[in-house]
């Protein structure tokens, strides 16, 4: 199984990125997806997810109404648009896969099975 994260970079306050996670090994439309991020020195923290069909969306209160998370089962990808990047945006940036039904569930990252390794987004001036 591999999920290979990209699309990271260095930004201004104010920029948009649009993160691409790819998956393999895995049947990806089993699987419920989400974005996790650390931020240096902190605890990774849940961003967003969307269940297997793409048509439910979860965001943290810190990205809802600035993130969007889509997926495109026919690509095995998942896409995480981030807009109106802000400096505490700073992290790195992980995709990871879960079985799980429960909404409750996509926002604890013991929850997911599988991970990517990561890209690191910098916003900065």
């Known amino acids: 199984v591999q999920l290979v994260e990209s699309g990271g970079g260095l930004v201004q306050p104010g920029d948009s990125l649009r993160l691409s996670c790819a998956a393999s090994?895995?049947?990806?439309?089993?699987?419920?997806m989400g974005w996790f991020r650390q931020p240096p020195g902190k605890e990774r923290e849940f961003v967003a997810a969307v269940r297997t069909s793409g048509i439910t969306t979860y965001y943290s209160d810190s990205v809802r109404g600035r993130f969007a998370i889509s997926r495109d089962n026919g690509k095995d990808t998942v896409y995480l648009q981030m807009n109106r990047l802000k400096p505490e945006d700073t992290a790195i940036y992980f995709c990871a896969a879960t079985p799980a039904a429960s909404a409750n569930d996509y926002y604890n990252a013991d929850k997911y099975d599988y991970w990517g390794r990561g890209t690191q987004v910098t916003v900065s001036s």
């Open positions: 090994g895995i049947t990806f439309g089993n699987y419920a």
